[in-house]
């Protein structure tokens, strides 16, 4: 699945990075960064949730939340219906904010358990 992940991620941004983003020679810190989150394990079903960050220098580009999410939606991963969109942000330097819109998406697959 984190195959998938990557390369659905690849086509929104050159950079993705799996777990933790590798910011030490860049000149930017525009990413995006995946990583497995938590599994449940029914008697009929087993439920996976990854989080996605996307990582952006002074402010995100209008959209592309919902970019990732529908690249997301093609591998079968979908936003649990309670769930949202959480922004953060960190100071780079004097005059760099880095934002940062973090999610969770989750995959059911049956016959598990």
Known sequence: ???EIRNQLLTIDERVFYGRGEFEDSDTWNCIIFGRRKMQIGSMDQTKTFFVAIVRENE???GVELK???AMKKIGLRLPSSSSIDYS???RAADTV????TMELAKVEKGCG
């Open 60 to 62: 995100m580009e209008e």
């Open 98 to 101: 880095v934002e940062i819109a």
């Open 68 to 70: 990732v999410i529908e």
């Open 89 to 91: 942000y960190v100071q």
């Open 1 to 3: 699945m984190t195959k």
